[in-house]
């Protein structure tokens, strides 16, 4: 520390000797001339600290010495301002006014875009010539690139501004005099004391609403795939607030402060100052690499983060995930500090004790206690070490209690795990307690989460630690994996007593399910294998069966666990990828689930998995198709039914339609419809669906384009089009929709054999991501009315939305080239009498057009489209045939594949040359 002190002071005086040189011949200067000369100081000074972060400057003296630079700059331009005062001051400026750094200035905590927070203090001034001499002192800040928030408030206007201005009362804790009168510091610095003892709760109250909706604006988890440095859980704010919080509690605004007087002890204060440390390097590297102010660790920033710390990619790791690795490390230490130590400074108001009210504290074991909500420790935490299954003992009564761990307890347990070792991990008798763990539906989440923090979990399945803070670099998944993997456990968790309609198919599955802690078992290692790089499937079912093995489960369970690991992707992907209504396609996914029960299980953890991913992964159009798949593969495997079940199925089906439809249409009419239409039809259609088919091929009598609006939620519109067919009409109609602005989730096409298309789109706007606005409907109808009967351009149209639409030039946050060579795949083998064309991309809007006017082009049709995007990333899976509705031949599919890779490429390529 002395070393670092001597090398901030030596670094401190030659930028006094350069501002002496360069500011003082700048004290006469004016205007764009000034601006320049202020500018170049900053310059020089900014490249200054790079250098001397380059040669190991650590993070708090880059940020100090960046403030001391501002310092002298703020310190020059008041006074040259003192000297040249407007008229009409009372006295001389600098004896009436005080300029107070604010936030992150006032801690000496610049970064090196970051802005300043300005407070100037003054008494018995008039208002019109301040303000005038305060506009002379921003202006040259505001021209030498410094962007200023500033506030200027009489002596005893502050504190009483700062009681509806939450920003503004926190940002008041680290107030530091930069030049003026010391005296209006210091009574300011007196009436903030005053406040702080006459209001403590009621500025913790701020302190922690503040800290909330930065929690839930930014993210309240620590391992986010893009956190933010600052304002998300286990960011720079996190210290900020519970130094605040100390400060309304104990007057101590510092954690050298906090250790003086006991507080913290000097382990805590070296970890957390130098995970503090850490992040300020990562935030001030960011600034410089972006050259603008970032917080946010986006995807593309991470790898030239990673390269500046000094990491190179391994045979299993890149180098931006082990740097993120050690992000979170540190993210974790400052957040879990910032949360017991935030406990001991909150202390709610508790109304007094009657003497009829029960006592809080329950003893529980001979060992533990329950007191208000927490399981307490009543023996020696050496225990633990002596008898380590103590450990799961304590977290079964916690989680039969519904009682979280207290935070002595959390402290201990960490220190007492030199017991579970290869022996413990091997114990049948472990085993069965971990079992048990997982057997307590409805709870298991909190209680794994509980055994992670206090590092148990890794400890017993070392195969978990390997997934610890691990980034997953795929546009799809938000969190760390392991942090997905425990939110998707608690997923599961949240069906348990579920009153949702939504989710009553789930609910009752899940009510099926023999042993549902083999469920929480293959959601909790369905992961693991990411821990050793790229095909993580095969791997992970390889270490949940060691794992299985471990834990001694019969074959039967085994088997199980195993199989949901290996097919955890499968529904998922078959859901949202392929067709439903195909033949083969339930009767396959039987056959790969085996029984009824797997099948359950398979329902449950896919859709805890799809929740657990993050934010707008999940939808309600995703459920349905779930949903879909489950109801059409139950029947094959509750009933084991064969083809000719199936067969009759359908028999039944249509007979069930006419019998609904019988008082409403002609049944010639119904049977008529049904004939002209393939059997894939009547397996997905119900009696309505086939009622409005219907009715829109009856308005074709009249009408050249009939359609049909239903709104699916808050999340989705479906659209259901009748119309005369034409080879690309697809094209055209998806072409309409996307020059209005509207993603296609997914498309099912019915020709008729006399020639009428049935069409139906879910949809939902590019803009919000949710269902259309009803007052759009009708002049999108008028698209798509002028689309189908050529009278339009849909290709400029189209052109025309994407230019509008198209992102703004700005400096990209890295080079680096983030395009996606389009992947394209024919498969015949898929379906009965179809090709399936699989294309995967990077997504821009009218992808979906941009395809179905290509295979338009190659002569196809299209019988069903399922169209996935996640982020930048589309996925759209194409079910086509020849003009005779034959499958493609051999020689067609590697033609069409190259086909669509020179379109898309061209695309592409076009449209990045415009955005640019």
């Known amino acids: ?107 000496d905590e610049l970064a090196p875009c970051s ?38 408030y009489a002596v005893d206007e502050c504190v009483p501004a700062s009681r509806t201005d939450p920003h503004f009362q926190t940002a008041l804790v680290t107030a530091r005099l930069v030049a003026g009168n010391s005296e209006l510091f210091a009574g300011l610095c007196r009436a903030l004391e005053r406040e702080r003892a006459k209001n403590v709760n009621l500025l913790l109250e701020t302190i922690k609403r503040e800290r909330a909706e930065s929690y839930q604006k930014h993210g309240a988890a620590i391992c986010l ?77 991470q790898p030239a983060l990673a390269r500046t710390f000094g990491y190179a990619s391994s045979e299993n790791l890149q180098a931006s995930e082990q740097f993120m690795r050690r992000y979170y490390r540190h993210a974790r230490d400052l957040h879990q500090f910032s949360e017991w130590l935030f406990g001991r400074a909150w202390v709610p108001k508790v109304s007094a004790k009657r003497w009829y009210a029960p006592p809080r504290r329950k003893r529980v074991d001979e060992l533990f206690a329950l007191e208000d909500g927490q399981l307490q420790l009543e023996g020696e935490a050496t225990l633990f070490t002596e008898n380590p299954l103590l450990l799961f003992r304590a977290l079964d009564l916690a989680q039969a209690a519904n009682a979280t761990l207290s935070q ?5 347990m960490p220190r007492n795990l030199s017991g579970v070792d290869r022996e413990f ?46 980034i997953q670099h795929d546009l799809y998944h938000h969190y760390t994996v392991d942090e997905h993997t425990l939110r998707a456990i608690e997923a ?43 095909g993580h499937i095969p791997r992970g079912a390889n270490i949940a069966e060691h794992i299985c093995v471990r834990l001694r489960l019969d074959e039967e369970s085994k088997t199980t666990v195993v199989r949901l690991v290996k097919q955890h992707v499968l529904m998922a992907h078959l859901s949202q990828r392929r067709d439903l209504r195909e033949p083969r396609l339930a009767a396959d996914f039987a056959a790969q689930v085996g029984n009824l029960d797997v099948l359950n299980m398979l329902f449950l953890l896919t859709s805890a998995d799809l929740n657990g991913v993050g934010p707008g992964v999940w939808s309600d159009w995703k459920g349905t198709l779930l949903d879909q798949l489950y109801t059409c593969t139950r029947p094959l495997l509750a009933e084991r039914a064969s083809e000719l079940a199936v067969a009759d199925h359908s028999a039944a089906l249509k007979d069930q339609v006419i019998d ?80 209005n602005g509207i993603e296609i989730l997914s498309a099912d096409i019915n020709t008729r054999e006399d020639g009428i298309a049935i ?103 299209i019988v069903c489209a399922k169209i996935a995007t996640e982020k930048n990333d589309a996925l759209d899976v194409f079910y086509v045939t020849n003009g005779d509705g034959s499958k493609l031949t051999d020689q067609q599919m590697p033609a069409l594949e190259v086909a669509l890779m020179e379109a898309l490429a061209k695309e592409e390529s076009r449209w990045r040359k415009q955005t640019v």
């Open 759 to 861: 069409d139906s789109f879910i949809l939902r706007s590019s803009a919000t991501h949710k269902a259309l606005d009803e007052h759009r409907l009708t002049s999108i109808e008028r698209s798509l009315r002028s689309a189908m009967e050529g009278s339009a351009d849909v290709a400029a149209l189209v052109e025309r939305w994407r230019t509008r639409h198209a992102p703004r030039h700005m400096r990209p946050a890295v080079t680096a080239n983030n395009s996606k060579t389009p992947h394209v795949v024919c498969d015949n083998d898929v379906a009965e009498a179809t090709t399936v064309v699989e294309i995967r991309v990077a997504d821009e809007h009218g992808l979906a057009y941009k395809i179905t006017r290509a295979l338009a082009a190659f002569g196809l049709d």
């Open 1 to 107: 520390m002395a070393a670092h002190t001597v090398s901030l002071l030596r670094h401190e005086e030659k930028v006094r000797v350069h501002a002496d040189r360069r500011l003082v011949r700048a004290r006469h200067l004016a205007g764009p001339a000034l601006a320049r000369e202020l500018r170049t100081f900053l310059k020089v000074e900014d490249e200054r600290l790079r250098i001397a972060d380059q040669l190991g400057s650590n993070g708090h003296l880059t940020a100090r010495a960046r403030s001391f630079t501002v310092d002298l700059l703020v310190g020059h331009v008041f006074s040259r301002v003192c000297e040249t005062a407007p008229l009409g001051l009372n006295g001389k400026l600098e004896d009436g006014v005080a300029i107070v750094a604010l936030g992150g200035y006032g801690r």
């Open 492 to 534: 599961l968790d949240a069906l348990h007593g579920s009153q949702d309609k939504g989710r009553a198919l789930l609910r009752a599955a899940l009510d099926e399910v023999k042993d549902v802690s083999l469920l929480y078992l293959a959601l909790l290692l369905h992961d693991l294998g990411k821990g050793r790089g790229p």
């Open 225 to 301: 795939q893009e956190p933010n440095t600052k304002e998300s859980a286990g960011g720079l704010r996190d210290l900020h607030s519970v130094l605040w919080a100390t400060y309304a509690r104990y007057g101590h605004k510092t954690l050298p402060a906090l250790h003086e007087h006991g507080l913290i002890d000097i382990d805590q204060y070296e970890r957390v100052s130098q995970a503090y440390d850490f992040l300020l390097r990562v935030r001030q590297q960011a600034h410089w690499i972006t050259g603008r102010k970032t917080d946010h660790l986006g995807l593309d920033l």
């Open 425 to 470: 991990r091997h114990s049948s008798d472990v085993a069965q307690a971990f079992i048990a763990l997982l057997s307590r539906g409805g709870r298991v989440g909190q209680t794994l989460r509980l055994m992670c923090e206090v590092g148990l979990l890794g400890r017993y399945l070392p195969e978990f630690e390997r997934i610890r803070l691990l």
């Open 408 to 412: 002595d307890l959390r402290d201990t």
């Open 115 to 152: 802005g300043l927070d300005l407070l100037f203090r003054y008494g018995g001034q008039p208002p019109q010539p301040l303000r005038a001499a305060i506009e002379r002192c921003l202006s040259p800040l505001w021209d030498s690139g410094l962007n200023v928030c500033q506030n200027s």
């Open 660 to 739: 609904s439809l019988i008082n409403k249409c002609p049944v010639s009419e119904i049977q008529r419809h049904l004939a002209l239409l393939p059997q894939r039809y009547l397996r997905a259609v119900t009696p309505e669906t086939v009622r409005l088919h219907l009715q829109l091929v009856r308005q074709l009598n009249s009408e050249a384009l009939a359609c049909d609006w239903r709104q699916q939620g808050d999340f989705a519109t479906e659209l259901t089009i009748c119309a005369r067919d034409r080879h690309g009409l697809f094209a055209d109609l998806a072409g309409a929709l996307a020059a």
